[in-house]
Structures are given as structure tokens and as C-alpha cells.
């Protein structure tokens, strides 16, 4: 048994308070737990962390690459939805 | 799949290229393209793991505490930089197994440096100085190579890498301001490392026929003699610095390829001590899987 059979766990860092937590890489570890000490010693040994979660990969849902266009195409149209969409007078402040 | 689909996924692949895009792990790309990711980047994880060795050869003749644990960080470092590049390896459909079995078989390569000997302490500053900033010349481009998960390997390993630098460039400055004999420790160290390190960026453009089409691909963005230079370039003021004189600059390639090859001074030593590093390992390995699998 090598640590190729291990699951692959997907880490995420919460860098300081008042910040999301980002993907920051993966590792493979035989359970949570380990997968979770695993993450502390590859990815915050320079204190870049103050949180760190860990989900195994295959219990991941993505979008595919390949429905791209399809996928986000509705927003694309729908300029409106943005603030710079609409005139306001320059003389109307705080908008 | 249809002929038509096909060339619609090239164009795609081509599009995001030009446009300075990166490239995702489902993203589709062309066989050609993946293996030479593959092969580059296992290379360069297989080189920061058996690089573990020759600096690790001094931890337990560390002249200071100090020393010491700057070594067991930067030799830990290592470690994580090899674990950051395997998993950049397998997003690209290779798994962590067969990396290292084609480590030990010699089907595939790490950095020809990692085979000469480590004979003194100043070899440690050496090292840290000399290579890890031919290193660090060659990575800083790679932080925008066109495969999105190699590139962020490498902005978590910069980031890294200049403190191995400047802890190696003050160990040897620390030795020059000592007795004539550590000054003379620090020369000899340099003379035997300087060429080596050279030889760090590959062979000459004229005998690097992969060199056109990886920077076709965005994977590299410099040629080997482009880096080469530069390095030269900033390691003469470094030198002069120091107090130390940096041998010529004319490179025995018969040497290189000897030792890529396998013929160098520690190749057999290299590869024997982590297979045994991996084997010794099996029991902590099992107890681990064994323990996730009990009820609990």
C-alpha cells in the first residue's frame, strides 16, 4: 500500500479573519483527519493561514469545460445587471 | 468523437494560448502538449525531492543550532516543493505511483546537480547560493507558464526559494569573514559547483530541440542559453561581493550528458537512498491506511 491508493484531498486557506477561504492545492492522505495535519505542513509553514479546510475530490460537482458557453451564456447578455448600465447626471452625488 | 469536434477543441486550445491564457486540468489539450508537462514537471518534482539528500547529508554536523535549523526548514522546504509539483503532476492524469516508480527506474530524470557530492559545510552556502538561484532563474519565469496549476506551483516555491538563497549567500559570507582556511573552504566549494550549476539550465539551444515548441506552447518562456546569461550576469557582482572568484564559463557537455545518463559521482547513491527512504516508510504508511479503514 502506497500513499498513491490514499484519497485525494483538495486544501483551502483561509489566509487571515475577514477573507474567504482559496484553493490552494492537494494532497493525498489516508483519512481526514491526516489530511488535515498533511495540509498544515505543505501549505502553511510560513503561518500563510489562520483556517484550513479539506474536501475530499471526488465528492467535488464542477461545471465542465466543454458546457462552458452553454453554461454561463444567459449572463452574458444581461449587461443591465451591472451599475455602469445605467446614466446618472453628474451633478447627483453618492450614486 | 467527430473530425470536425476535434479541430474545434484545437482551435480552442490555440486560442487560449495566444491570447496568454492558462490552461486548466479539464481543459482539452493536445497529447503532445501533456506529455512534455509531464515530463518536465516530474522531472522538476523528482529534482526538489532527491535534492532533500545532498544538503540532508549535513544535518546532524550543523555547526550551530542555528545552522541547524535553518537546514532542517530549507532541506523541509524541499519537501513540500516536490509535494506542491507531484500534485501539479497528476491534475494531468498521472498518479502519484508511478511518478515515483518511474523515479526509480531512471525512466525519469531529476536536475544533473543533485549528483555530485556535498563534501563540506560550505557546500551548504553553496548550494543555497549557487543553486538555488540557478534555481530560482529559471523558476521565476516558469510562475507564468501557460498550465495553470505548474504555474502556481511555482509562485508557492519563489516565494520559498530566496530564502534558501540568502541563507546559503550569508552562510558563506559568515565563512569568509573566519580564517583563511574557511575562506579557502568557501573557494573550493564554489570552484566545484560553479560549472554544475551552469549546466543547471539544460543544454545549449542549438542541442535542445524541445526548446521552439515548448515556448510554442507557453510552457517555457525563455531558451536554456537566454537563462544561462542571465544567471552569469547576476552572480558576478555576488561574487565579487563575497570575496570569491567564479571559474570560466566554458561547460564540459560530455560530463552532462554522462551523468544524466546515470554515470555521475552519486547517481546510484541517490536512487538507492530513496527507494530505501520509501521502503523504511511502508510501516507508517500501512499503520496510517489501517487506522482510517478501523471503526471508530
Not at chain 2, 40 to 55: C, D, N, T, V
Not at chain 2, 261 to 285: E, L, S, Y
Amino acid at each position: 500500500m502506497t500513499n498513491s491508493d490514499w484519497p485525494l484531498y483538495e486544501v483551502f486557506v483561509r489566509s487571515k479573519r475577514g477573507l474567504n477561504h482559496v484553493h490552494v492545492g492537494s494532497l493525498h492522505a489516508p483519512d481526514d483527519a491526516m489530511a488535515l495535519r498533511h495540509a498544515r505542513d505543505v501549505y502553511t509553514r510560513r503561518s500563510e493561514g489562520v483556517s484550513i479546510w479539506v474536501v475530499r475530490s471526488d465528492t467535488i460537482t464542477a461545471s465542465s469545460p466543454g458546457e462552458k458557453d452553454p453554461l454561463f451564456a444567459p449572463s452574458g447578455d444581461k449587461v443591465y445587471r451591472h451599475p455602469t448600465f445605467y446614466d446618472i447626471p453628474d451633478n447627483v452625488p453618492h450614486m | 468523437m467527430t473530425a470536425a469536434a476535434d479541430e474545434d477543441l484545437a482551435a480552442g486550445f490555440d486560442a487560449t494560448i495566444a491570447a496568454g491564457d492558462r490552461i486548466e486540468p479539464r481543459d482539452w489539450m493536445p497529447e503532445g502538449y501533456r506529455k512534455t508537462l509531464v515530463r518536465q514537471i516530474a522531472q522538476h518534482a523528482h529534482s526538489e525531492i532527491i535534492g532533500m539528500q545532498p544538503e540532508g547529508n549535513w544535518i546532524t554536523r550543523a555547526p550551530s543550532l542555528r545552522r541547524k535549523a535553518i537546514l532542517l526548514a530549507k532541506v523541509q522546504d524541499e519537501a513540500g516543493h516536490g509535494l506542491y509539483l507531484y500534485s501539479a503532476c497528476e491534475t494531468l492524469g498521472v498518479s502519484r505511483r508511478d511518478l515515483m516508480e518511474q523515479l526509480i527506474s531512471g525512466a525519469q530524470k531529476y536536475s544533473s546537480i543533485f549528483n555530485y557530492p556535498t563534501l563540506s559545510y560550505a557546500d551548504v552556502g553553496t548550494i543555497g547560493w549557487l543553486v538555488d538561484g540557478a534555481a530560482i532563474c529559471n523558476q521565476v519565469p516558469l510562475c507564468r507558464t501557460s498550465y495553470g496549476p505548474y504555474g502556481r506551483a511555482m509562485i508557492r516555491i519563489c516565494k520559498e526559494e530566496s530564502f534558501h538563497q540568502r541563507q546559503g549567500y550569508e552562510l558563506l559570507a559568515t565563512m569568509m569573514r573566519g580564517t583563511d582556511e574557511q575562506r579557502a573552504m568557501v573557494q573550493e566549494s564554489v570552484d566545484r559547483f560553479w560549472k554544475p550549476a551552469l549546466m543547471m539550465f539544460g543544454p545549449p539551444d542549438a542541442d535542445s530541440p524541445n526548446t521552439q515548441q515548448s515556448m510554442d506552447w507557453g510552457i517555457k518562456r525563455h531558451t536554456n542559453d537566454e537563462l544561462r546569461a542571465r544567471f552569469i550576469e547576476m552572480s558576478a557582482p555576488q561574487a565579487a561581493a563575497l570575496g570569491v572568484t567564479l571559474p570560466g564559463n566554458d561547460l564540459d557537455w560530455d560530463e552532462f550528458w554522462r551523468i544524466v545518463k546515470g554515470g555521475g559521482p552519486c547517481n546510484a547513491q541517490r536512487i538507492a537512498h530513496r527507494k530505501k527512504a520509501h521502503d523504511d516508510g511502508a510501516w507508517v504508511r500501512e499503520a496510517a491506511t489501517a487506522y482510517a479503514r478501523s471503526p471508530r
